[in-house]
C-alpha cells in the first residue's frame, strides 16, 4: 500500500510538473495569437471605427464582400501573391545554391556566412530607406550611369521595375535566415552516403539530385513555409522603399491593412483583410505540408 501511495504521489507530482511547464506557453500563445485573431474575426463583422464611445454595430459579411470587391484591395492581394510566390522562389534558390557552396567549415566560408546574414540584422525599414538612396531616381545607382553617359533606370518609378525592384529588395533582406536554414539541413546529411555514391560513380549532379536534394525535403518545406509566411506580412520594406507606388503598384495587403484602411478609421474593414491574410497564411502552411506528406508517401511505396 505504502508503494502504491508513493508510486500514486511520483505520478501526480510528474503530471503538476509537466502541467506547469506547459501552461505558460499556453498562456502566452493564446494571450499573443488566439486572442488577438478572436477580436480580428469580431471586428471584421461589424461597422467600427476604433474610437471607444462608439459600439461597434455588426454588419454580417459586408466587411470581406468589400474585400473581395473593392479594385484596390484585390489589387494588394494579388500583388502581395507575387511578392510571395516569386520572392520564395528567388530567395530559396539563392539561399539553397550559396548553402552548397559554403557548406564547408574554413575561414573563408565562414566569414561568407557572416556576410550574407549580416541584411537580415538590419531592420526591415532601414534596408528599404537604404535601396531607397541606392535605386532612386535621383539615387547612388542612376547618378552613377548619368555621368557615365548611359540612360537611368526607373527603378522605382515604373510599375513593373518598382514591383521587381521590391521583390529583390525583400529577398535580399531576407535571403540570411534562409541560407542558415540549409546550413542547418545540409550538417545533418551522412557524409557516408554521399562517399558511397561517389564510390558509385555519381557525379556532383547525381549526388545532388540522389542524395543531397532527397535528405533536405524537411528542410526545404520548412525554408519555403517561414518565407512564404514571411512575404505574405510584407510591410516596412515597403513603406520605406516605395510607399505603395507608383500607382499603388505596390502596395501589398498588410501595407492597405495598416497604412491605408486603419489611418481611415475603417477598422472593421482592415480586421476583414487582416482574417484573409491569416488565412491565406494558414491554407499556404498546411498545402505545403500537405504535398510534401504526399511525396514522401509516394517515395516510400515506389521504394
Not at 511520483?10 to 506557453?25: D, F, I, K, L, N
Not at 531607397?132 to 537611368?152: F, H, R, Y
Not at 475603417?266 to 483583410?273: F, I, N, Y
Request: glycine share 8%.
Amino acid at each position: 500500500m505504502a508503494y502504491k501511495a508513493m508510486a500514486g504521489r511520483r505520478v501526480w507530482s510528474q503530471a503538476a510538473t509537466r502541467t506547469g511547464m506547459v501552461v505558460p506557453a499556453v498562456m502566452i500563445y493564446v494571450g499573443l495569437l488566439v486572442v488577438p485573431v478572436g477580436y480580428a474575426v469580431y471586428y471584421s463583422l461589424t461597422d467600427y471605427n476604433g474610437f471607444p464611445s462608439q459600439t461597434p454595430e455588426f454588419t454580417g459579411l459586408d466587411n470581406y464582400r468589400e474585400v473581395f470587391t473593392s479594385t484596390d484591395i484585390t489589387a494588394a492581394m494579388v500583388v502581395t501573391g507575387i511578392v510571395a510566390a516569386a520572392g520564395a522562389a528567388i530567395v530559396n534558390a539563392a539561399a539553397l545554391g550559396l548553402a552548397l557552396l559554403l557548406r564547408q567549415t574554413n575561414p573563408f566560408n565562414t566569414f561568407g556566412r557572416i556576410v550574407m546574414f549580416y541584411p537580415h540584422v538590419l531592420s526591415a525599414l532601414v534596408v528599404g530607406f537604404l535601396w531607397q538612396a541606392l535605386l532612386g531616381p535621383q539615387g547612388v545607382v542612376n547618378t552613377m550611369m548619368e555621368k557615365a553617359g548611359a540612360s537611368s533606370l526607373p527603378f522605382l518609378s515604373n510599375e513593373t521595375w518598382a514591383l521587381w525592384t521590391m521583390i529583390f529588395v525583400i529577398a535580399w533582406a531576407l535571403f540570411g535566415v534562409q541560407l542558415v536554414i540549409y546550413l542547418a539541413g545540409l550538417q545533418t546529411i551522412s557524409p557516408d552516403l554521399v562517399e558511397a555514391a561517389r564510390i558509385d560513380g555519381a557525379g556532383r549532379w547525381q549526388v545532388f539530385r540522389a542524395v543531397t536534394w532527397p535528405s533536405l525535403a524537411p528542410t526545404v518545406t520548412v525554408a519555403i513555409i517561414t518565407s512564404c509566411l514571411s512575404l505574405l506580412k510584407t510591410y516596412d520594406v515597403v513603406v520605406s522603399l516605395t510607399g505603395g507606388g507608383p500607382a499603388g503598384s505596390t502596395k501589398t495587403l498588410a501595407y492597405n491593412i495598416l497604412a491605408v484602411s486603419f489611418p481611415e478609421r475603417r477598422v472593421g474593414l482592415a480586421s476583414a483583410q487582416a482574417v484573409v491574410l491569416v488565412v491565406a497564411a494558414a491554407v499556404l502552411a498546411f498545402t505545403v505540408l500537405a504535398l510534401r506528406r504526399r511525396a514522401e508517401e509516394g517515395a516510400e511505396s515506389v521504394g
